[in-house]
């Protein structure tokens, strides 16, 4: 998927949020000097090739008050990895979910999903509902709490197209 | 905003809000009318209502979710085993690097695990090699293979 010069104007220009207004696109236009049919359109076509993922609301799942989060890690047999992975990453309590190459001997865990919860006890529980889930097709499980950030700079865009 | 909400702080309207736009809006000219119709709340109500819900904190913003890797660039997870007397040092090292986006300690013999941001594929190798040179330590990468996620919400 290729983006061009203004599909990345569109991004840059609404990646802090869009207008809130009743016609948000029609704002957008009106600041990047296009039509809203085209700001429409491109937005369309990148949300159809998987650039846009969706247009929606990013809680702030800390201020709601799921304020606990740990990273499940689960080894999974390989040829029921791919469809269990998609079972768990559907569970309204994991934000995400991938599949991963082991790194042995000091790693033997290949699926890898975020649990958030309002305690830790909550984020335990809820890791015990994965557990049932993956049944006998997993062979080995922990989960890492973090402990401090030590860096976190904002995903940046990269400029020029 | 690492603040909890207070109890009083969303009514109704605004948890209905907050649940239902987590789901994908249509990219229309008029994206809040059909929610607007169903709930009887005008559609001009429902954008100052996000507009507050961001000024307190409820939402961090309402608009496209952009996949970085499908712009261009490559992503890649990795993680360190540090000695405990080194965890400052390897931080330094690690962290001086651009193309570190992220970088979390975790409780784990692994316990440092940072996200590499590259502008080419290749650049991933390079930049873990280096920093691989520069700790001494093994690098571990965990590229992605597959993404699942569809089902996270927060139920305010």
Redesign the interface.
């Known amino acids: 998927m290729t983006i061009d010069a203004t599909d990345r104007r569109i991004l840059q220009a609404t990646a802090g949020g869009l207008p809130m207004t009743a016609a948000p696109y029609a704002e957008v236009a009106r600041w990047l000097n296009l039509t809203t049919d085209e700001v429409m359109e491109r937005m369309r076509a990148m949300q159809a090739s998987g650039v846009i993922r969706r247009v929606a609301v990013a809680p702030n799942h800390y201020a709601l008050g799921m304020v606990a989060n740990g990273m499940s890690v689960w080894d999974v047999m390989d040829d029921r990895a791919a469809d269990l992975g998609r079972q768990v990453g559907a569970l309204p309590f994991v934000s995400h979910c991938y599949l991963r190459p082991r790194s042995l001997p000091d790693w033997p865990y290949n699926l890898f999903a975020m649990i958030h919860g309002a305690s830790r006890n909550e984020v335990e529980a809820l890791r015990a509902c994965i557990a049932d889930l993956l049944g006998d097709a997993c062979r080995g499980r922990d989960i890492l709490y973090s402990t401090r950030i030590l860096k976190k700079t904002g995903m940046r865009l990269a400029d020029g197209g | 905003?690492?603040?909890?909400?207070s109890d009083g702080a969303l009514d109704p309207l605004d948890r209905l809000?907050?649940n239902r736009?987590?789901?994908?809006?249509p990219?229309?000219?008029?994206?809040?009318a059909a929610l607007a119709a169903e709930t009887g709340l005008p559609?001009?109500d429902?954008?100052?209502r996000?507009?507050r819900?961001?000024e307190?904190?409820?939402?961090?913003?309402?608009?496209?979710?952009?996949?970085?890797a499908?712009?261009?660039?490559a992503f890649c997870?990795c993680?360190l085993?540090v000695p405990d007397d080194r965890f400052d040092e390897v931080?330094t090292l690690?962290?001086a690097h651009p193309e570190?986006?992220?970088?979390?300690?975790?409780?784990?013999?692994?316990n440092?695990?940072?996200v590499l941001?590259c502008?080419r594929p290749e650049d991933i190798a390079s930049v873990a090699g280096l920093i691989g040179a520069e700790t001494g330590l093994?690098v571990?990468?965990?590229?992605?293979?597959?993404?699942?996620?569809?089902?996270?919400?927060?139920?305010?």
Not at chain 2, 21 to 25: C, K, M, V
Not at chain 2, 103 to 109: F, G, L, P, S
């Open positions: 905003m690492r603040q909890i909400l809000l907050i736009l987590q789901d994908g809006l990219i229309t000219e008029r994206p809040f559609e001009v429902i954008a100052t996000l507009t819900l961001r307190i904190g409820a939402i961090t913003r309402f608009g496209p979710f952009i996949d970085a499908a712009m261009g660039g997870l993680a085993a931080m690690v962290n570190v986006a992220h970088n979390y300690e975790r409780q784990h013999r692994l440092m695990w940072f941001a502008e093994k571990h990468l965990f590229p992605k293979l597959q993404e699942f996620f569809i089902g996270f919400r927060v139920e305010a």
